[in-house]
């Protein structure tokens, strides 16, 4: 069974920045595309980041390009996100997956999720 523990979310001012981490307990950690998602009060999720299994592709919505970063550690079987010159609107629940295939824009259900992490903005 796959587990992911995402940390790191909290409440920070605009233009700030935090790093959230996605601690993932599998064997075979590399197999595994991996990505972030984020739901906002009243919306629907949606797909933020995602990185491929050996870390060469990464692909972000428009609206993160320049601010947000993924990164993968594979010896470390963790994911980051950093997320610099946060705004408002970044306001929501930040959520890992893992998926074996991709983790991108089209992907809607990845494999496995997890619990997700509060990030708050404050203007």
């Known amino acids: 069974q796959v587990q992911l523990v995402e940390s790191g979310g909290g409440l920070v001012q605009a233009g700030g920045s935090l790093r959230l981490s996605c601690a993932v307990s599998?064997?075979?950690?590399?197999?595994?595309?991996m990505g972030w998602f984020r739901q906002a009060p009243g919306k629907e999720r949606e797909f933020v980041v995602g990185?491929?299994?050996?870390?060469?592709?990464?692909y972000y919505i428009d609206s993160v390009k320049g601010r947000f970063t993924i990164s993968r550690d594979n010896p470390k079987n963790t994911v980051y996100l950093q997320m610099n010159s946060l705004k408002p609107e970044d306001t929501a629940v930040y959520y890992c997956?893992?998926?074996?295939?991709?983790?991108?824009?089209?992907?809607?259900?990845?494999?496995?999720w997890g619990q997700g992490t509060q990030v708050t903005v404050s203007s």
């Open positions: 990185i491929s299994r050996s870390g060469d592709k990464t």
């Open positions: 599998v064997r075979s950690y590399r197999s595994y595309a």
């Open positions: 997956a893992a998926d074996t295939r991709a983790v991108g824009p089209t992907t809607s259900e990845p494999e496995y």
